[in-house]
């Protein structure tokens, strides 16, 4: 991975990482509230300006 996103991201940009962080947070059994989410956001968001979709 060596793209970098340096873009704004669009709200549909944003929409995807949504929908993928709330599918991730299904998948590990993550509740809303617990500080587990952060980890799994800052990957989603990491591998989005890596251009993984």
């Not at 809303?32 to 989410?37: Q, R």
């Given at each position: 991975?060596?793209?970098w996103r340096n873009e704004?991201?669009?709200p549909n940009h944003v929409?995807?990482?949504q929908r993928v962080f709330d599918s991730a947070r299904t998948a590990?059994?993550?509740a809303?509230?617990?500080?587990?989410?952060n980890p799994v956001a800052?990957?989603?968001l990491t591998l989005y300006r890596h251009g993984v979709q």
């Open positions: 991975m060596t793209k704004p991201m669009l929409e995807l990482c590990l059994n993550i809303p509230d617990s500080d587990a989410n800052a990957l989603v």
